[in-house]
């Protein structure tokens, strides 16, 4: 299974070095003198000097000669973290720079779900995240996209077939499937779904490779159902009782605790008393902010230690236990033949990193890179990668209510990514007094300009315009606006800097945040990124704007599989009834019956699925969900 | 990496079977009903119903249909036991015989090293071990010796090359490399051991199959320095702090408790305290008697429980855990997706076992195979591994000590297999009062008749003889004897049976134990070895002899591995000055330098390595064994 990537390929003679080094017939490359050595094996800490070789370590115990010597002062030398699933396209960061952000804080290495980037782009984004955290010292692994596009009523510009997915898992530094979100489509016997499924099944026998789950709600009968297809993770549990569930279905449970959904606290207490060697903790989604501000998985190992969890079986979930899930071996702990990628803490507390090694040098220290470890200055070579489209005849009367229909309304719960669908109104312009503007979803990948209108009430916008090409899954451009002029000026603007997210006043720009790899990501630093979001941030409120983070608000606008009211470039969506309401805007082509009923993607990320509104099928498919698994009479015999 | 057999390969439909009737849309072959079901995932109870179907568990949890309804009634519903290590060869039954003695006591799979066997007939031994435990329902797997021959002192009958073991790897039965034994051969860098390393290495990064280890006392730097080479495992270990270092290092420590040595006791409080996730109990070398009489892995785990250590822990060190360590996905749990191998236990302190199940079928019920899964009659697929062959012209004249020498005599220590060498003496025949008698290795494999004779204190042996084809590692014929044409007799009748060991008294035989299979292993079952060991050694102790199993005894005494005074084909050995004594006889090719210092193996099975002497090149190895990885000032953080 183990790829020549994954299972980093020593010499003989390297091998036979490091027994020599262990023995004291060799010297050293580097020692790290004084160190409380955190066991990740035996969850315990010892004091030990650790001797490196050819970038592994070669023996953990007492000091040897070596051409290097660092001092850990005393300080606790852990195994490197892993984040076993994010999305690093929603840091807006390039993976270098996402690396530069990320190992300063301990981070070694994630295993991306680059599903933003594959809905623009294909599986050729896949490929460019890892050529370009190949530009790091971070070691940026990979997993292939299952659900692209997420439903057939989304223009977007790629289609993840089967096919497409046994061509990607050949690549050395992809993991596996990702996280299959069609669970309906899993449960129902979907043709599609399965066909990747039974690739991805094919594929682990030979090579080991994992299929990553996310079955967001899902209990009981209807979880273990999806863990017979063949799924052996999920990182969707929001209580105690599905991370219990999913441990005794032997699934690997992925604790999730980013920017867009945190529920490390309530699980915690299920971890502290169980310590399940099958549990990690993972971010999905982090901002560049939070990244910057508060930290990465050394923020997760603080809150977690603060919930109560002991801080060795903490730091298993972030290190040891990742390993494990993805097949990497030699990783994820301080022992004799790994891989020397390290962190080394101040504290098991707090968690400041004093310095991050990987692969046996020091790349970061006291917060930052260091020069010689650092991203290199270009990135041209995304350039292949920029998509915002639009026709030379695309304007402002493409945006035009050309007659008054009966429409409803999207309305926006603050702090929710499902949206209501409020009483239809005969509306033309946008009506700023009420709450009422205009929202539009324009195509920008083929180039077509078709868009798709209608309104909606939440925002607070009182003039101008805000537009973005972030609109998941397809991430066309989506705006809302009080006037027509200003929007096509935003949507104008995105195609001239490649993509981002743009405020517009009276002609005028007042911010822009320029994302433009894939409309989705900047290659500039965390800091200037952060710096541009909050401008824009603050431009939006200077026109009205009340949502506290617009450009995370308008994104989840066009996703058509969570409830109620959205809009595509096709016009407006209802969910719960699973069709376009626009009849006279070319609809995309029917699907088939199967399709209509499972193409739904589970409620995902920040909504709790389990106080959100579901689409019938959905129900169908949850009223099953009972907890048969739970015991009524449990017995602890430890 | 995981061969279609070590994934058991659902079809796309079956698999969707499996969903349907998790969620109630298709009835199940078999429903489970009132179990308490034995959580190895979070090392819990709780009553729950099973449902199986396609020998797969589909749904634990609540009642579904079903076309047949088993009653547990409120027993122990617990994964099937897996011993990730056992010799079935030392049982003296074939791997059928073997899993009809086993299958009753809950065991559902076992990795086989046929060590023995391999050195009688090379690699087509392990084809046969694993083609003849294919005919039981026990999964019987196996790993690829990586130590024949042990020395090139022995005149065995295979030579297992890196080639060789190359091509075994590609079985899809065979999960790994097995425990490599010549520790001095990895530590010194010996080329052929290495050769073998890297076959092993370039195989497990394109597969993920294993490297076993076994390193008999290694501690401290030298036992990192083993596992730099890539070994994964050791089953050697013998006090807690062995234990932990091996837990430390990272490796999968095998608890070894069998019926040779036992360390389970000294070991059982660290388990309890850590409750490793890496530990396994396995039984490395079983008697047919106390797999018939005490159990196998049902006895571990009984004892175990007696031991403190908890009670699902401890079936985790015999089912999840070896499941995990020899990547059998989908086993060693009850959980949905899994194959449903599992054992149903009256309690979890005796362990006394209600049945097993093996791939969704009842195999063994109270005690007792069921008939239509018991072993087929016939084995006479064994016929070409038949190797005891003896020349016409070989005769009571080979025995003859022609001219008196002085020659150390091989002195006994009883429960040991390492030897005393006495001082020298000059002897022509045996002297039974002064408890000398003639000890004889006679090359039975190419039928040279080879012969090595000298003397041997502490049988007790008072007169005839006793032979047997159980001689590690090379079992050619070793004999005991007062009188010369006894022992020749008892060698021609083990060349008529086929080899076993047999008891001889003024020409006539009293005992003897057929072991037709490569001279090592019956196919009669179970109940009548163990009836025909006891009676050879009643006949034994009717000549005067005072070892408790002389069958045991006799086969270490030409093991030139094991100090300190040994017996081959080629006649006297010193182990600690590693030469032939005997001048005269044809002596082996005089191996390279770092054969004669690296080949040997550690002090294995019954020796206490810490206690026994050693030779000099093995005490030069372990000068170096100190501790250094045990922590002078330890905080256990939890």
């Keep these: 299974m183990l790829s020549t990537v994954k299972t980093p390929a020593l010499t003989r003679q390297q091998r036979h070095d490091l027994v020599q080094v262990a023995r004291g017939e060799l010297s050293a490359d580097v020692l790290i003198q004084n160190a409380r050595v955190v066991d990740v094996h035996t969850l315990t800490v010892y004091r030990a000097s650790v001797a490196i070789k050819h970038g592994f370590i070669a023996l953990v115990g007492e000091d040897v000669a070596a051409s290097e010597t660092l001092d850990a002062g005393g300080l606790f030398l852990a195994p490197g973290l892993i984040d076993a699933h994010i999305h690093i396209e929603s840091s807006l960061m390039t993976p270098r720079r996402f690396a530069q952000t990320v190992v300063p804080r301990g981070t070694v290495g994630v295993i991306a779900e680059p599903h933003e980037i594959v809905n623009v782009c294909g599986v050729k984004g896949l490929e460019w995240m890892l050529a370009n955290g190949a530009q790091s010292p971070l070691h940026v692994w990979g997993s292939v996209p299952s659900c692209v596009p997420a439903s ?86 929001v209580t105690e009782r599905e991370a219990f569930e999913r441990l005794r279905a032997g699934s690997w449970l992925m604790v999730r605790d980013g920017s867009a959904a945190r529920n490390l606290e309530v699980i915690a207490p299920l971890l502290t008393r169980l310590k399940p060697p099958r549990a990690m903790f993972v971010t999905d989604d982090a901002d560049a902010g939070e990244l910057l501000e508060r930290g990465h998985l050394d923020r997760i190992l603080r809150e977690a230690v603060r919930y109560g969890v002991p801080a060795t079986y903490a730091i298993r979930a972030v290190t040891l236990a990742p390993a494990d899930y993805w097949r990497l071996p030699m990783r994820g702990a301080v022992a004799p033949g790994c891989v020397a990628d390290l962190v080394l803490f101040h504290d098991l507390e707090q968690f400041g990193v004093a310095w991050t090694m990987i692969a046996g040098q020091v790349v970061a220290k006291d917060g930052q890179m260091l020069t010689e470890h650092d991203a290199p200055a270009a990135a041209t070579d995304a350039i292949g990668l920029n998509s915002v489209h639009l026709p030379a005849t695309w304007g402002a009367r493409d945006l035009e209510v050309k007659r008054p229909q009966r429409r409803p309304v999207i309305g926006i719960r603050p702090h929710q990514i499902y949206t209501d669908a409020l009483p239809a109104q005969r509306l033309l312009v946008a009506d700023p007094h009420r709450d009422l503007v205009k929202i539009a979803v324009v195509e920008r990948h083929k180039g077509t300009g078709r868009t798709g209108v209608g309104f909606v009430k939440g925002t607070g916008l009182q003039r101008g315009a805000i537009a973005q090409t972030i609109a998941h899954d397809h991430h066309n451009i989506i705006s809302i606006g009080v006037d027509d002029a200003d929007m096509e000026l935003a949507a104008r603007v995105l ?55 617009p450009v995370l608000t308008l994104s989840f606008l066009a996703l058509t599989v969570i409830p109620s009211l959205k809009i595509t470039d096709q016009g407006l969506f209802d969910v719960n009834q699973w069709r376009l309401l626009d009849a006279a805007k070319p609809a995309a082509t029917k699907p088939a019956p199967n399709v209509l009923e499972d193409a739904l993607e589970p409620a995902p990320r920040t909504v709790d699925p389990l106080k959100s509104p579901l689409p019938e099928s959905l129900k169908k498919t949850r009223a099953t969900s009972s907890n048969p698994t739970l015991p009524d009479v449990e017995r602890l015999l430890n």
């Design 152 to 237: 057939a009523f989304e223009t977007g510009n790629a289609v993840v077939t089967a096919n497409d997915i046994a061509r990607a898992l050949e690549h050395p530094l992809v993991l596996g499937l990702a996280e299959m979100m069609n669970y309906p489509g899993v449960l129902g016997g979907d043709a599609g779904v399965w066909d990747i499924l039974e690739t991805a099944l094919e594929n682990a026998r030979e090579t080991g490779k994992r299929l990553d789950g996310h079955a967001a709600g899902l209990g009981g009968r209807d979880y273990q159902a999806y863990v017979n297809a063949g799924l052996e993770s999920d990182h969707e549990a």
């Design 495 to 549: 195609a001239l800097i490649g993509g981002g997210a743009v405020v517009v006043l009276n002609g005028e720009v007042k911010a822009s945040l320029e994302l433009p790899i894939g409309g989705l990501m900047s290659d500039a630093p965390a800091r200037e990124i952060v710096a541009a979001q909050r401008e824009l941030e603050s431009a939006a409120k200077d026109l009205g704007c009340v949502l506290e983070n």
